[in-house]
């Protein structure tokens, strides 16, 4: 089916994601299509993992099952590969894992969200160029007139208050024909070389390629084999078997060697490792380097998969221009180093989703949009710094000049890494979950950026919950750990459509939570606002202020 002509918003790539983003904005009640070039979804997978924060993510939005019925989770992960894990399993969360899931797998099961939402994927369709316009004057070239603010100003929404503009895509559909599509926004969530991207003139600056390393996905292996090559840095994965078109099945374990499923296996090859990218994988090629590393070649063979990957990093310059925004791969790309990739992009989308769903349905207030850049960029920029740090670590090891030194810095972050507060603060930020947005007001509360502790909830007349079981539905939660009995019918009025309010009567003790009387919880799991002000009239008051502030103006009855 071809692309529909005139939708809210056009989303570029059916990727990870691509698929949540499509799944939050329908969820806000935005009319959204997702166009894919490839006419077919993945099979392989670059990706292996979900780590923390995604899977809170999946448990906000009542998914977590559907993931943790596939996957295998595995308590610890790595930084730079040094023989010091690190201990998600400490970490503040009910999810201290890493879930070993395959991208193919994680796709499908997002493709199946989006669709139960009644978001078209349409595959095949191939970006070619975009104009847009700011509701005056058509644009008249590929990427021409691209604002900084999109003609915003609290008029672009549905109450017809202004022309809110629109974007018009050139699409190639199946069969070669060229298309148009409008939209009021367009995201690009289609990849390092983004189409939309270049189109839309955001510069990508960073570095190219320096090292590659080597993946394969084999059906034969000689298991005898592999301690052996773990022994000497080689990354062996054991994978549930590829996911088929219409595949239902929950079993999804993982098997290694000949029991049915694959085995990846993960290289660099310091005779190899400045091949680019680009040059093909053989098998003959693979064979020779796992020799050559670890004294055998592991009994390799029936690759389904082989491929090579490199370490350039870049960075978008701006997440936004204009009606057009970038998430995922196409704002940042980076050596996948502890496997962060997927679940930035992930977090994108879930920090995207909502604002542009507030934009379009006219109650955001000014800068919400806005703030997904300036949210979003500074974690790009520390996803992409610290993968450079770790591939500086894999790769001086393989230089003879820096072989000795560079094993001693190796040795001397590994024991470091044995310092609890050490370990917990690098597995935070591998993890995700130490993600916290810089408040607006210089007063905040210490807990507003924050995510929203899973505590445990008792509220009035109603069983007990978890705080991220108030969340699938995507809307603002008010917390009332105070009692006011007019909180409930102020924010129905004012707010029923956007907050979901909750007087709490018992909840889970905390220590940052002692003294608080009310917390607002944006859409995505982060804390919006909370105070500990005693005095009910100022708390209502600063109530009325974060409500506005975060949720819009209230309705009018």
């Known amino acids: 089916m071809d692309a529909d002509t005139d939708v809210d918003v056009i989303v570029v790539g059916a990727g990870p994601t691509g698929l949540m983003l499509g799944a939050e904005l329908a969820l806000g009640g935005v009319r959204v299509q997702i166009l894919e070039r490839r006419t077919e979804a993945q099979r392989h997978s670059r990706a292996l993992t979900l780590h923390p924060r995604s899977v809170e993510l999946m448990d906000q939005r009542g998914l977590v099952e559907r993931f943790l019925a596939h996957g295998r989770a595995v308590p610890g992960w790595h930084f730079a590969g040094l023989d010091t894990r690190l201990d998600f399993s400490a970490l503040d969360t009910r999810h201290g894992y890493t879930l070993f899931l395959t991208q193919a797998r994680t796709e499908q099961l997002l493709a199946e969200r989006a669709r139960a939402l009644d978001v078209p994927i349409r595959r095949g369709h191939e970006v070619v160029g975009l104009r847009q316009d700011d509701g005056r004057d058509r644009g008249s070239g590929i990427g021409s007139d691209i604002g900084e603010d999109g003609g915003r100003g609290g008029g672009d929404g549905r109450d017809g208050r202004t022309d809110p503009g629109r974007v018009e895509v050139d699409v190639r559909v199946p069969g070669g024909d060229l298309r148009t599509v409008r939209a009021r926004y367009v995201v690009g969530c289609d990849g390092g070389r983004s189409a939309v991207r270049r189109a839309a003139g955001i510069e990508f600056p960073g570095t190219d390629e320096t090292l590659t390393g080597a993946l394969g996905d084999f059906a034969v292996v000689d298991p005898a084999a592999l301690d052996r090559a773990r022994a000497q840095g080689v990354l062996i994965a054991p994978l549930e078997p590829e996911p088929e078109p219409g595949d239902e099945r929950t079993d999804g374990g993982p098997a290694e060697g000949r029991t049915g499923g694959l085995t990846r296996i993960v290289l660099v090859d310091p005779r190899r490792m400045r091949t680019p990218a680009a040059e093909p994988l053989t098998l003959e090629e693979f064979r020779t380097s796992l020799a050559g590393i670890c004294g055998t070649d592991c009994g390799v063979?029936?690759?389904?998969?082989?491929?090579?990957?490199?370490?350039?990093?870049?960075?978008?310059?701006?997440?936004?221009?204009?009606?057009?925004?970038?998430?995922?791969?196409?704002?940042?790309?980076?050596?996948?180093?502890?496997?962060?990739?997927?679940?930035?992009?992930?977090?994108?989308?879930?920090?995207?989703?909502?604002?542009?769903?507030?934009?379009?349905?006219?109650?955001?207030?000014?800068?919400?949009?806005?703030?997904?850049?300036?949210?979003?960029?500074?974690?790009?920029?520390?996803?992409?710094?610290?993968?450079?740090?770790?591939?500086?670590?894999?790769?001086?090891?393989?230089?003879?000049?820096?072989?000795?030194?560079?094993?001693?810095?190796?040795?001397?972050?590994?024991?470091?890494?044995?310092?609890?507060?050490?370990?917990?603060?690098?597995?935070?930020?591998?993890?995700?979950?130490?993600?916290?947005?810089?408040?607006?007001?210089?007063?905040?509360?210490?807990?507003?950026?924050?995510?929203?502790?899973?505590?445990?909830?008792?509220?009035?007349?109603?069983?007990?919950?978890?705080?991220?079981?108030?969340?699938?539905?995507?809307?603002?939660?008010?917390?009332?750990?105070?009692?006011?009995?007019?909180?409930?019918?102020?924010?129905?009025?004012?707010?029923?459509?956007?907050?979901?309010?909750?007087?709490?009567?018992?909840?889970?003790?905390?220590?940052?939570?002692?003294?608080?009387?009310?917390?607002?919880?944006?859409?995505?799991?982060?804390?919006?606002?909370?105070?500990?002000?005693?005095?009910?009239?100022?708390?209502?008051?600063?109530?009325?202020?974060?409500?506005?502030?975060?949720?819009?103006?209230?309705?009018?009855?």
């Open 301 to 557: 063979a029936q690759p389904r998969w082989l491929s090579r990957f490199g370490n350039a990093t870049r960075l978008a310059a701006r997440y936004r221009a204009g009606r057009v925004l970038l998430a995922g791969d196409a704002a940042h790309i980076h050596f996948p180093a502890a496997g962060q990739g997927l679940n930035t992009g992930l977090q994108d989308a879930m920090n995207l989703g909502w604002k542009l769903a507030g934009e379009i349905n006219g109650w955001a207030p000014p800068g919400l949009l806005d703030s997904y850049h300036a949210e979003r960029h500074p974690i790009g920029q520390a996803v992409t710094e610290n993968t450079e740090v770790q591939t500086l670590l894999m790769e001086l090891p393989l230089l003879p000049p820096y072989q000795r030194p560079a094993a001693a810095l190796r040795k001397l972050l590994t024991e470091l890494l044995g310092i609890e507060e050490v370990n917990r603060r690098l597995a935070g930020r591998i993890s995700a979950l130490d993600t916290a947005y810089p408040p607006t007001a210089a007063d905040a509360d210490p807990l507003v950026g924050r995510r929203m502790p899973d505590v445990a909830l008792t509220a009035a007349g109603s069983a007990a919950v978890r705080a991220h079981e108030l969340l699938p539905r995507g809307r603002f939660v008010l917390l009332d750990l105070a009692g006011d009995e007019q909180l409930r019918r102020t924010v129905t009025t004012g707010w029923g459509q956007r907050v979901t309010a909750l007087t709490v009567t018992r909840h889970g003790h905390r220590t940052d939570l002692d003294g608080v009387r009310e917390i607002l919880i944006r859409p995505d799991g982060h804390i919006a606002w909370a105070t500990r002000t005693p005095a009910l009239p100022a708390r209502r008051i600063e109530r009325h202020h974060a409500l506005t502030d975060w949720a819009g103006r209230p309705t009018r009855r």
